[in-house]
């Protein structure tokens, strides 16, 4: 990905779940793919915490990678230009 790419403000657990359905991991083995704790990836899946901005472009990557769609999320865009005026 390059710089001024499109990235989600924020990711659903709903997103999470189908993340790791459609690899066919273990919250375990994803969390080791992201580098993160397990009960990070639980938190993300059971939608108590979203994941951190340090981690939306690695989630980005592999929910193109593995041909899933954008979904719209509640109240709105899915997507922000980073380099956009507000």
């Known amino acids: 990905m390059h710089k001024g790419s499109i ?4 990711w659903s657990a709903e997103q999470v779940k189908t993340l790791l359905l459609t690899m066919k991991v273990t919250q375990a ?10 009960l990070t990836v639980n ?10 901005m ?12 593995w041909g ?11 997507e922000t230009n980073l380099s956009s005026n507000p």
């Open 7 to 10: 990235v989600n403000k924020q």
């Open 29 to 38: 083995e994803f969390a080791r793919i992201m580098g993160v704790a397990k």
């Open 43 to 52: 938190r993300w899946v059971r939608g108590v915490v979203a994941p951190k």
């Open 54 to 65: 340090k981690h939306l472009r690695e989630l980005e990557r592999l929910q193109e990678q």
């Open 68 to 78: 899933i769609p954008r979904t719209p999320f509640k109240g709105g865009s899915n």
